[in-house]
């Protein structure tokens, strides 16, 4: 059959995205993957310097989304496939370009791990964000904050004269567009992927890109990549220079073999080829190269103790098997950051198809001869050679325009063309595009000033160049608030407090009180925090009450428990337990029902010095659909209760903390832990 993409209706059992956080995220997230190096760490110069090289301050100008739940429905999502005679993928545009299933119908195998649900869990640097198929992660160390948003999508001529399913989006954080163009060569067993990252700028850029694949963890399954050595991850936040396979009296090729969460960045030596596979106990599975730009290969597993476990169960639906996820980056590791200059581009071509080895050379030789064996057999089903050649083919069609669309993204790439006039062939960004989260910008584009009311709730602007269009509007409340957010955003902490200060003369209230209470409690202020958190909550309250029936009382509705969520552990941290209880009190039923609000609740009782009514609510039993990847909350409330309840009012000894453990063990349904307790 020729190639071809089409659209077509994916149903799975889906927990619904919910809306957005309505507060402006400036708190940078607790980034799992930050890490300390010490002097003597003995890092390349270059990684050293691109681990370094401008870590994200916060996920502005994006907004947490973190209003999804657990439960499921049968959910039909947008879905396009591109196929030839051998292969099927299944794309979904509406989860930032996810390629959901990789289908090899000689041997009608699924190459992928293809989750059976969509369930969000919070991973993403936003939040949002689900396990399974192949995601393409820009932006900043971590799942992408498109995880759970559109992208554009279109067919596009390829390079063999057939179909090309093109994706693209403008990407916030770094303030970059991006492409991916997907294309299956007539009777090829290979999914071609060339990626293209630009710099419309004239500063330099900081860039990250991964693809992440998940792949089957099942028992006797092998991942390999042409490396003797890996940067070793954990996360007790350590980096550190591992022997490859074997590393701490176990073969770690085997993901099922180590205990706990951990990646493996693999140091491919230059001039190797670029690959990585995960085959099965049979020696069948998936293999991923690409050209030399794409240097970085990385195993992550999730380890075989409870907390790996649980965290597979959480992802998914009961009796689903694992995964692992085999990566590819531009970067030895995913905590660099490497610099793009002005005007310039990244570009290379990645492929994906299945392999078939040996299983008596893949499982039982040594290390060498089994990677000997996969680069092989690889070479034989695409050469090297081809690759380069099929990059070098692709490059020409990168900035050959879409002939039809096939769905449509967000709007912020046709705000940034409409500021600064770009041209960039092969990824248009339509006027059409822009909606209402865009229309108080593009305001601000025409007249040179905001819209004239309060700030609410919802999208912001935050590069250098916005800045200054604010910075030369005329001062108001939601001119102030915003620009304060554009300072805080580059680093200007003291201006953006000025900034919120006048905003709130201006009686823009709730908002840029909120603000400034992040800036106290950052400030370590927790006094003056927990002030500022009750003021912010009580001018929303006032604003539900004023506005009445008017559509935006549903607004500041919503801000009034994410509001919540951050000020009774500000309370609690100035030592004011009853305050936190009555602020609580002051939410709706529905909202204390949720998982999150059980926790403090927990929280509050046992600094209120309740624990046993602390300990009632974890046996009821609850669930915290955002809980953060790396969260320990769970476990470190448990035990403080456990401690007080054996302590009774006398102090926590050290007995004390070990009779917790013993007579208290941890259930497994709070047991989130990816490190060694």
Known sequence: MATSVRRTTLTLPAAPIGPDNPLP??????????????????LPADMARQIGYRPLRSVLPTRLRDGYGRDRRDTGLDALVIENDRLRATVLPGFGGRVYSLHHKPTDRELLYRNPVLQPAAFALNGAWFSGGIEWNIGATGHTTLSCAPVHAARVPAPDGGEMLRLWEW???????????????????????????????????????????????????????????????????????????????????YPLRSPFP?????????????????????????????????RGR????????????????????????????????????????????????????????????????????????????????LEAALPRADVDAAYAAWRPYADTEPKESLATGSGWGALEVARAGLDLPGTPFDPA??????????????TGDLPGAGPL?????????????????????????????????????????????????????????????????????TARAADRYTEAFADAERSVRTAGPDPSARVWRAVMPALAREAVPALLAAGRAEEAAELLARLSQDALAGGRFRLLTAQVLLAQGQPAAAREIFDAGFEIPDLREGAEVLSDTWYAIAERLVAGDGPVSDGARARARTEHPLPDRYEFRMRPV
């Open 25 to 42: 995220a400036l708190r940078g997230t607790d980034d799992p993957h930050r890490i300390e190096i010490p002097e003597n760490a003995g």
């Open 171 to 253: 990407e916030r954080l770094r303030n970059l567009p991006f492409q991916v163009d997907l294309w299956l060569p007539d009777g090829s067993d290979f999914l071609y992927v060339g990626v293209r990252i630009r710099n419309p700028h004239h500063e330099t850029v900081p860039v990250y890109w991964w693809s992440n694949i998940a792949v089957p963890e099942g028992d006797g399954t092998r991942v390999l990549a042409p490396a003797s050595e890996a940067w070793y991850f954990g996360y007790e936040r350590t980096l550190r220079r591992v022997p490859v396979p074997d590393s701490g009296g176990a073969d770690r090729s």
């Open 262 to 294: 951990a990646d493996y960045f693999y140091e491919v030596p230059d001039g190797a080829r670029r690959w990585i596979t995960s085959l099965g106990a049979d020696g069948r599975g998936l293999v991923q190269t690409s050209t030399d730009t794409l």
């Open 298 to 377: 990385k195993l992550f597993l999730w380890g075989a103790e409870r907390a790996g476990r649980r965290w597979q169960q959480w992802l998914t639906e009961p009796g689903t098997d694992g995964y692992a996820e085999i990566q590819a980056g531009l970067a030895r590791t995913q905590l660099e950051h490497v610099p793009l200059d002005g005007g310039a581009e990244f570009a290379w071509l990645e492929a994906y198809g299945p392999l078939a080895a040996d299983p008596a050379t893949v499982h039982g030789t040594d290390w060498g001869t089994a990677r000997g064996e996969v680069a092989a057999r």
């Open 433 to 446: 595009t822009l909606g209402e989260e865009q229309q108080p910008w593009l305001t601000l584009l025409r």
């Open 457 to 525: 709730p919802g999208a912001t602007v935050v590069s250098p160049a916005w800045r200054d269009l604010l910075e030369s509007a005329q001062p108001g409340p939601a001119t102030d608030y915003h620009l304060g957010l554009a300072q805080w955003h580059a680093g200007d902490r003291a201006q953006a407090v000025r900034s919120w200060e006048r905003a709130l003369a201006h009686g823009a209230g709730c908002l840029p009180l909120y603000c400034l209470a992040v800036a106290e409690s950052e400030a370590g202020d």
